[in-house]
C-alpha cells in the first residue's frame, strides 16, 4: 500500500517491539525500508536504526542474506557513528560462514571493549554466532587492559574511574557467565565477579530508605498522566517520557559504578499515587512523598536491574534491554 506518511522514532521502536511476535515480518520490513528508499523517515539520523531493525527481523525470519545487505547499507547511511551496525554486519558474516572477513569487522572494533560500556554488543556478537572462547578471550584482555590502565591513572577523575569501575563490573559478569557455559573452573576474573555480585547483596540489605537503590519510574502513559493531574510535576521531570527513561537508567549505571549494589526501579501509576497521598495526607508533588510512595512499592514490585541483555527491557517498551534503554542511554 502506498504511502506518504512519515516514519517517526516512534513507530520504528514499536516495530522493534513487535518483531518477535509478528506474523508478517515481510510487512514490517517493507514499512522500514519503504520509508528509507522514499526518503520517508521523519528524523533523519534515524535512518540507520531503521534499517538495523529491519536486519533483525530478516535475522530472527532466517533470512541472513537480506540482513546482510541492508547492514551494509546501514552502515553506510551513518557514517560517523557505525560501530553497532558495523558490529551486526561482522556477526552476520560469520553465520554467513564468511568467518575471516567476519572476525576482521568485529576485530577492528575490539578496542572499544576498553572504553565504550555499550560496546559488549561485540562479545554478543561473537558468543551468538558461536564462538564463545574467542568472546571470553576478548572479555579478558579489555579487563586486563582497563585494571591496568585504572592501576597507572590512581588519580584520575572521580568520572573516569566510576566508569571504570562499572564496566569491570559489566565485563566480569558477562565473562564469568561465558566461562561457566564453557564449564571451564574460576579463575581470579570470576572470582572477582562473584565478590562484586555478593558484595551487591550484601548492599542491599545495608541501604536505608532513602538509598538510591530504587528509582520511581513512570511508564509512558502514566508519565504522560502524571504531568496532566500535577502540572506542579513538570518541574521534577523532563518533558519527554524518553529522557526520563534515560535518566534513570544514566542514574542506574552510575550507582552502579559508584559500587556495586542491588538496583532497581519500580513503576508508578497516577492512581496509586494519589490513593499514596491521600491516605498518607501528604502531598503528591512533595518530594518526601513520591519518595516514600517509591519505598512502598519496593516491597511488591521491584524490577532488578540491569535485566539480562536479551530480556524485556526495564521500562516496559517491549523490546530487549540490549536494544533499548542499555544503547540509547549511553550514545
Ligand atoms: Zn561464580
Ligand atoms: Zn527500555
Known sequence: MPTSELLTADRIEEIAALESASTDPGALVAELVGAVDEGRVADPDDTGYALLVAVDILEQA??????????????????????????????????????????????????????????????????????VETAVEWLTGALDAILERTRAEQHGSEDAQDKAAAMIYGLAQQRHDLREELGLPHDDYDNLADRLRAAGEHALG????DGPATLLFWPQAEFDALLVRWPALVDSYPPHWDEHRDQIE??????????????????????????????????????????????????????????????????????????????????
Open 206 to 209: 545495608a541501604l536505608d530508605d
Open 62 to 131: 532466517g533470512d541472513l542474506g537480506d540482513a546482510l545487505t541492508l547492514a551494509t547499507r546501514a552502515i553506510a547511511e551513518q557514517p560517523d557513528d557505525n560501530a553497532y551496525a558495523r558490529a551486526v554486519r561482522g556477526g552476520l558474516l560469520l553465520r554467513l560462514d564468511r568467518a575471516d572477513e567476519g572476525l576482521a569487522e568485529l576485530t577492528e572494533l575490539r578496542p572499544l571493549l576498553e572504553t565504550d560500556p555499550e560496546a559488549t554488543y561485540l562479545i554478543d556478537e561473537l558468543a551468538e554466532s558461536g564462538r
Open 250 to 331: 544514566r542514574a542506574l549505571v552510575d550507582a552502579a559504578g559508584a559500587g556495586p549494589t542491588d538496583l532497581g526501579v519500580v513503576a508508578g501509576s497516577v492512581a496509586g499515587l494519589a490513593a499514596f497521598a491521600e491516605q498518607q495526607g501528604g502531598d503528591p508533588t512533595d518530594e518526601t512523598t513520591l519518595d516514600e510512595y517509591a519505598d512502598s512499592l519496593s516491597g511488591t514490585d521491584l524490577r532488578a536491574w540491569p535485566p539480562g541483555r536479551n530480556d524485556a527491557c526495564w521500562c516496559g517498551s517491549g523490546n530487549k534491554y540490549k536494544k533499548c534503554c542499555l544503547p540509547r542511554s549511553r550514545s
